[in-house]
């Protein structure tokens, strides 16, 4: 059945992509998307990085532009949905009216993790997930000035690498012992400390905020133990929570993230998801996975438009991920779950260029390359093909020129 209306929540790159795949597929029927924000969706992830430091454009992030949704016949719809109704087929908006739906599409992503400590709510204390938010950030970047930056991840290394470019003094505070230490080697962390303080940062690691302080504006962060960080603004990064409320109200099958089969279904068949908000089980990893990856949602998008008319594709494609931070463009391959070796290829410690394969029982998992297109390219390769690997190849593969 390609009829009847298909409702996609959430104007997210997953909901772009499962709009957009629906027509692909030959949906005939109307197509609309419910997301939340003014402008028209757009990528997130330039966010902490081109449009902080002030090189893209609103415009530039587009995901699609206009004359996209007119030419296909896509109506996007800003409110937002604040109930599914499984039985009678509609959703509940924040404005009390409801729309129905022949078919149901949750592509809800997430929201950022909030820190709970006093004076969060000073002025100038910013979370960073909406162009709204960079541009408050940006407001107050003034050269010279003093950022701290919460969160030693990627959105804050990113972030911290923004706000150097824009000439600020930068402080990074890190809770874990390194920064990156939930998704990397310590000698990928170690290279990025070293890189980032070469750049003029302050790393803090082992750093527990306890609170902001300041008057009409924050001024400090403070840390357990008393000592107080200078700050004329503060970023808080540290990690999403999937909106999987929605989803949990209506009878869904939640487990860290709306969990989704091969097929992008939820525990209803009727309904479909994709994004930062589902979980599915990766025979690859052995394990039930949320992944925060554009090229991941793109992919369950894409499965989940086939679904939703009739047809089978299933979910298949190896996750990869990337950073751009200064002039190093890290490219991610795989999932690095379980790895009990490590093969290096460069010096991480030297240079600006090596891949850190991760190996589980000689069988290649994932690999992080910094500026090492050909070396992702292969691992890719080498990853989906499932087959032991030669250290000493790893080991002497040459960086691209």
Not at 169 to 191: G, I, Q, W
Not at 192 to 201: F, M, N, P, Q
Request: hydrophobic share 40%.
């Amino acid at each position: 059945m390609t009829e009847g209306r298909a409702l996609v929540v959430g104007a997210s790159h997953a909901g772009v992509q499962v709009a957009a795949g629906l027509r692909q597929q030959g949906w005939s029927g109307e197509v609309v998307v419910v997301g939340d924000e003014p402008a028209l969706p757009y990528h997130r992830p330039p966010l902490s990085k081109a449009y902080l430091a002030g090189t893209s454009s609103l415009q530039d992030l587009a995901l699609r532009k206009a004359e996209f949704y007119a030419k296909h016949d896509i109506r996007l719809v800003q409110s937002t949905v604040t109930q599914v109704d499984r039985a009678a087929q509609q959703v509940g908006l924040n404005d009390g009216t409801t729309m129905g739906y022949t078919h149901l599409a949750l592509c809800t992503g997430g929201r950022v993790r909030t820190l709970d400590v006093s004076g969060i709510d000073l002025p100038g204390v910013f979370y960073l997930r909406t162009f709204a938010d960079v541009e408050s950030i940006r407001a107050l970047a003034a050269s010279g000035s003093h950022a701290v930056i919460v969160g030693g991840g990627y959105v804050g290394l990113e972030t911290a690498a923004s706000l150097r470019a824009l000439g600020l003094d930068v402080t990074v505070l890190e809770a874990a012992e390194r920064v990156l230490e939930r998704v990397t080697a310590p000698e990928v962390s170690a290279f990025y400390e070293r890189v980032h303080r070469d750049a003029g940062v302050v790393i803090r690691t082992g750093a527990q905020v306890s609170a902001m302080a300041g008057d009409q504006r924050v001024r400090e962060v403070v840390l357990r133990g008393g000592e107080r960080i200078p700050a004329d603004l503060v970023v808080v990064g540290v990690g999403l929570v999937p909106n999987t409320e929605l989803a949990a109200e209506a009878g869904l099958y939640v487990e860290n993230g709306i969990v989704i089969d091969d097929l992008a279904r939820t525990s209803d068949p009727r309904i479909v998801a994709a994004g930062d908000c589902a979980s599915h089980r990766m025979a690859r990893y052995d394990r039930l996975v949320r992944l925060e990856s554009v090229p991941s949602a793109g992919e369950q998008a894409k499965t989940a438009a086939a679904t939703l008319c009739g047809k089978e594709r299933p979910i298949a494609a190896l996750p990869w991920f990337w950073s751009d931070q200064y002039d190093l463009k890290l490219q991610i391959a795989g999932l690095n779950l379980g790895y009990d070796e490590l093969v290096l290829s460069g010096d991480p410690s030297r240079d600006r260029d090596f891949t850190c394969y991760y190996l589980q029982q000689g069988r290649l998992l994932a690999a992080d390359c910094v500026n090492r297109p050909r070396d992702f390219l292969k691992a890719k390769q080498l990853i989906s093909q499932g087959l032991g690997v030669d250290r000493a190849q790893l080991e002497s593969a040459a960086a691209a020129s």
